[in-house]
């Protein structure tokens, strides 16, 4: 048994400047960039998040500008192979995550438990 949930939304930037990136869909989506998230460092930019929602996440990228999301998990490798039996496909497996990519071609992110509140509402994988 694990448990996942949705964790992030990350936007994908192919830019020189990630402040102004941030900047923009700080304004766009009705949030501060958190300067003071640990997240926020080198090539990524944290936004503001209220309680129980997602992690927005800026970054910046070498491949195309695009957006994709976070799974977080108790269980990375179970949680890998329960995707993977949904028709996904392992792209990429780094040191703290996993690649993966969607049978409709959409790529995202397994990752390791980020958010505050995760055993009171992920869902259970028997």
């Not at 048994?1 to 020189?16: F, K, P, V």
């Not at 790529?107 to 958010?115: L, P, S």
């Amino acid at each position: 048994m694990h448990h996942s949930r949705l964790c992030a939304l990350l936007i994908d930037c192919r830019t020189e400047d990630v402040d102004a990136a941030a900047q923009f869909w700080a304004a766009a989506l009705g949030r501060a960039v958190d300067l003071k998230h640990p997240g926020t460092r080198g090539n990524y930019r944290m936004l503001a998040t209220v309680p129980g929602e997602p992690l927005v996440q800026i970054q910046r990228v070498a491949h195309e500008s695009r957006v994709h999301i976070d799974i977080e998990t108790d269980d990375i490798p179970a949680e890998v192979a329960r995707l993977e039996r949904l028709g996904a496909q392992v792209v990429e497996t780094l040191e703290r995550w996993v690649v993966m990519r969607s049978p409709s071609g959409q790529r995202f992110c397994v990752v390791r438990v980020q958010r505050p509140g995760f055993a009171a509402n992920a869902n259970r994988w028997d």
